[in-house]
C-alpha cells in the first residue's frame, strides 16, 4: 500500500513510501535488522530486550511489514497473533537517517490496520523505559495506546513499559 507523507521540516518535499507485507528474511532487509538489533541493545540491559529476530519473525503467527522509499527498505514492523483476539507489535524500526518523516507514524498505522483486519479486537505490545524509547512511547500515546499490566509470557521489569490499544 502507498502512502503519501507529507513535507516536514523547510525545504523538504513529500515522500512516496511503500508499505508491505514481506518476509523478515529478505535478502535488503539486513541493514534494517542489525541497526535495529545494535538500537536494542545499545542502553537495554540483556534480559530486557525482547525482540525477536529475522528467523523468530519468519513464522505464520507474525505478518512482517517493510517500509521502503524508492525501493529502499528504510523501516519495518510487524505483528504477532498472541489468540485469535489479541495481536502485538514487534520489531518497529525506522533507520535513523529517514526519521523525522513521519514514517515511524505510517509503519504504526499500517501495523493497526492490518491488527483491525484480521479481526484483532486489541494491539498490545512492550517498549522500554529508557530515554531512547521516548519517541516511541509519544508515538503509541497519540495513537491511543495507553499503559496495561504485563501480558502473554512478559512480567513486571523496570525497563519495561506494556501499552494496549483497544481495536473494536
Aim: one cysteine or more; hydrophobic letters at 45%; charged letters at 20%.
Amino acid at each position: 500500500m502507498a502512502k503519501i507523507l507529507p513535507p516536514r521540516g523547510a525545504g523538504r518535499g513529500r515522500i512516496n513510501v511503500l508499505i508491505g507485507r514481506e518476509s523478515p528474511l529478505g535478502a535488503d532487509l539486513t541493514l534494517l535488522m542489525a541497526r535495529h538489533t545494535a538500537d536494542m541493545h545499545a542502553d537495554t540491559p540483556p534480559e530486557s530486550i525482547h525482540m525477536m529476530d529475522a528467523g523468530q519473525l519468519a513464522v505464520p503467527a507474525v505478518q512482517f511489514f517493510v517500509g521502503r522509499i524508492d525501493g529502499q527498505a528504510v523501516a519495518m514492523g510487524a505483528i504477532k497473533e498472541i489468540d485469535a483476539g489479541h495481536a502485538e507489535v514487534k520489531s518497529m524500526h525506522v533507520l535513523a537517517e529517514h526519521r523525522g518523516k513521519g514514517l515511524s507514524k505510517a509503519m504504526l498505522d499500517h501495523l493497526v490496520d492490518a491488527a483491525r483486519a484480521s479481526g484483532f479486537a486489541r494491539l498490545s505490545l512492550e517498549t522500554g523505559t529508557q530515554a531512547m524509547f521516548t519517541p516511541a512511547r509519544r508515538l503509541y500515546e497519540k495513537a491511543g495506546f495507553t499503559e496495561c499490566p504485563p501480558f502473554e509470557g512478559y512480567s513486571l521489569d523496570p525497563n519495561s513499559l506494556y501499552m494496549t490499544l483497544h481495536l473494536a
